[in-house]
């Protein structure tokens, strides 16, 4: 009995343990444990993890695997932690590191995290800091003194209320998160506080990404349509502002749609507000 | 969670495109936001979707006591729940005076316009009465809850069914559903909410509010009313000062709101009712539409079971039966006691360190039992010490 018990533990953890390189793009869920390449192939005809000593360099080299989001190490597998779809993207030097892997999922909270450009609502004034509500767990907190050319005599004009664009200099999960509106050199960059108009609307974080890809077309056509000016925050917030209410009203909607529509759909609506 | 704040910008854009008559999601300024009536398998059981906003509505009966002054009456329970997943402003100790707000005004709405009559609830005066039960869930807050909750609540009564009663002299017989056909409540009139939002001192409404503009609004005027142009209640919120040509304009607005909505209603109500007499499919499940990109359905996969008979064959050829119980219970000191042995470990492959703990533990035991069984003549294979008894951890 106690063999037999033996034997179906073993085969359910290898049933459980697949090759990334067999699921990429393909759904996984929470709790799945994937092989890298390499191990696939130790575990292949040896089964007691005896690892064939290879001595051309022909094969794959593994360098640095990068575990991106909803991937977690656990031991020398990756652990899926959310569900969506595998991905997984060679890195470009060619031989440095091999590659990475992440997973596409979707959702609408927000946690902050370090480098994020995100828009955030200015909650309260308190002494020398404010409060930014950016979405997630806890308000993030802005130093007065963190935007281009302020200093103590000369205060960033800020009320409760107002739109900031700035990023995460500090993001984890152990501390409150604090943002900035300054880069490394001192500069604004783009960020600081957000003019009087225009209509802020909130999106799932996976329609930003997309709408931020560096080859989205969907940008494009919005640009031809009317001029505009537009802030995407990483915490699902868009800000957009055309001439008219209307016009802006146009572009929140097509925006928000933009996410349940195929190219197609998309294109003839274009082609439709152009007339 | 506290609720994201709402910030000047909007608030702003938001005014000023109401004043230039225009909403968000494209509306005019009295249109109602698309409304979803869909039923569950059992009857009361309804869900209402306006717009975003979801309200799950269940109506439910029991046999009860009636109260003292009104001993041929029925009872009605009304209750709506704000449940957390509707909004993250929403936790459980929070939302109190939204709540009490929202169930006072239900309860004026559907009690007080007698829109159920009471008395057919009436098994035995003063003994034995029905006590109708609504509950109704907010399961997503996109503004206008009270209309939403309202078409709801009347929607899951006018779907119930009751079980059949019949009373001969002394004896009150209650069928079971199988044994006769469930009774349909009796429903006067179908009183339904609409909603006015008011911006700018009252210079300008829109009907059905969503959330945004919710947010922004000065004050909020709710008129009940049916199709008989009759108002069961009306009720101003938020201190504005309302003309009286305002609310009676309003009051005509919801006059023809209200028709529509009721006509929707009869409609749903209908083409269930056909669904369930036909024999076809109904329940939650159906209204789902698949065809929709945010559905997401995977092929079957086909899954080869020839083998399934031969693997279930062996592996019941190799277990071992379980050993026989034996009822004589063996006394080892006063106070503990032993009946039969148990059964194997089934639990899986124990790591081989525990396993030697096992045996340095287990060969005691091992003995005292071998010399058990062979007192009580039971044969046992595989008595070796691997096959030690469950060890209990401390």
Redesign the interface.
């Known amino acids: 009995m106690a063999e037999a018990g033996g034997i179906t533990t073993e085969s359910v953890a290898g049933d459980r343990a697949r090759a990334a390189r067999t699921m990429l793009d393909q759904v996984v869920l929470p709790g799945e444990e994937l092989l890298l390449p390499e191990q696939e192939d130790a575990e292949g005809p040896g089964g007691a993890g005896e690892r064939p000593l290879r001595l051309n360099a022909g094969t794959r080299s593994r360098g640095r695997v990068v575990c991106g989001p909803g991937l977690r190490r656990s031991g020398d597998r990756l652990l899926v932690t959310k569900c969506g779809r595998l991905r997984h993207k060679e890195p470009g030097g060619g031989s440095s590191g091999g590659g990475v892997y992440w997973v596409d999922s979707q959702q609408k909270r927000y946690v902050p995290v370090k480098g994020d450009h995100v828009i955030g609502i200015v909650t309260a004034k308190s002494g020398d800091i404010f409060k930014v509500d950016v979405g997630g767990s806890e308000p993030a907190s802005l130093s007065y003194l963190a935007f281009e050319g302020a200093t103590k005599r000369n205060r960033p004009n800020v009320q409760v209320g107002d739109l900031i664009y700035g990023q995460f200099v500090v993001a984890n999960k152990d501390m409150e998160p604090e943002m900035v509106c300054i880069d490394s050199c001192g500069r604004a960059s783009g960020m600081g506080v957000i003019g009087q108009d225009g209509l802020l609307f909130k999106v799932t974080l996976g329609l930003i990404r997309k709408l931020l890809a560096p080859d989205c077309e969907i940008l494009q056509e919005v640009g031809k349509l009317y001029p505009l000016e537009i802030v995407f925050g990483m915490n699902g917030r868009i800000w957009v502002k055309a001439k008219t209410i209307q016009q802006t009203l146009i572009l929140a909607n097509i925006l928000e749609a933009c996410e349940h529509m195929t190219a197609d759909q998309r294109k003839q609506i274009f082609s439709r507000l152009a007339e | ?1 506290k609720e ?10 938001l005014l ?2 109401i004043e ?1 008559k ?1 909403r ?3 509306r005019q300024t009295y249109d109602y936001r698309n409304i979803k009536i869909s039923f569950g398998t059992d009857y009361g059981c309804c869900i209402v979707e306006l717009g975003k906003t979801r309200v799950l509505g269940q109506v439910s009966c029991e046999l009860v006591s009636p109260k003292l002054n009104r001993a041929t009456e029925g009872i009605l329970f009304f209750n709506l729940e704000l449940s957390q997943m509707a909004a993250p402003a929403f936790e459980p100790g929070r939302q109190s005076d939204l709540l009490v707000k929202l169930n006072r005004l239900l309860e004026r709405c559907l009690r007080n316009s007698k829109c159920i009559d009471t008395e057919s609830l009436c098994v035995v005066a003063g003994e034995k009465v029905w006590q109708i039960r609504v509950d109704l869930h907010l399961l997503n807050h996109d503004g206008n809850i009270i209309d939403a909750a309202s078409i709801a609540a009347i929607v899951a009564l006018c779907h119930f069914r009751r079980p059949d009663v019949s009373v001969q002299g002394d004896e009150v017989t209650l069928y079971t559903p199988e044994e006769r056909d469930p009774v349909p409540l009796s429903i006067h009139h179908m009183p339904i909410c609409v909603s006015f939002a008011f911006f700018q001192q009252g210079t300008y409404l829109l009907v059905d509010p969503n959330e945004r503009e919710e947010r922004v609004m000065d004050g909020l005027l709710v008129i009940a009313m049916n199709k008989h142009r009759e108002i069961c209640t009306i009720q101003s919120s938020g201190g504005i000062m309302l003309l009286k040509d305002q609310v009676l304009r309003c009051s005509k607005i919801a006059g023809v709101k209200v028709l529509e909505i009721t006509e929707l209603i009869q409609k749903a109500l209908e083409n269930d009712r056909k669904v369930r007499k036909e024999g076809g499919k109904y329940g939650f499940a159906e209204s789902i539409a698949s065809q929709r ?2 559905a ?1 359905k ?1 092929e079957k996969a086909p899954i080869d079971t020839s083998d399934v008979e031969e693997k279930a064959e062996e ?1 019941i050829a ?3 039966p379980p050993l026989e119980v034996v009822s004589n219970p063996v006394l080892w000191t006063p106070g503990t006691a032993q009946i039969g042995e148990g059964v ?1 470990n ?5 790591e081989d360190s525990e396993k030697e703990e096992e045996d340095e533990d287990g060969t005691d035991e091992a003995i005292i039992l071998d010399s058990i069984k062979m007192d009580i003549g039971v044969e046992v294979s ?1 008595i070796g010490s ?2 030690a008894p469950i060890v209990l951890s401390d």
């Open positions: 969670m994201t704040p709402l910030s000047n910008c909007e608030r702003r854009f000023r495109a230039e225009k968000l999601d494209g990109i945010t997401f995977m592996i190799e277990a071992e194997e089934s639990w899986g492959d124990l595989n691997q096959d």
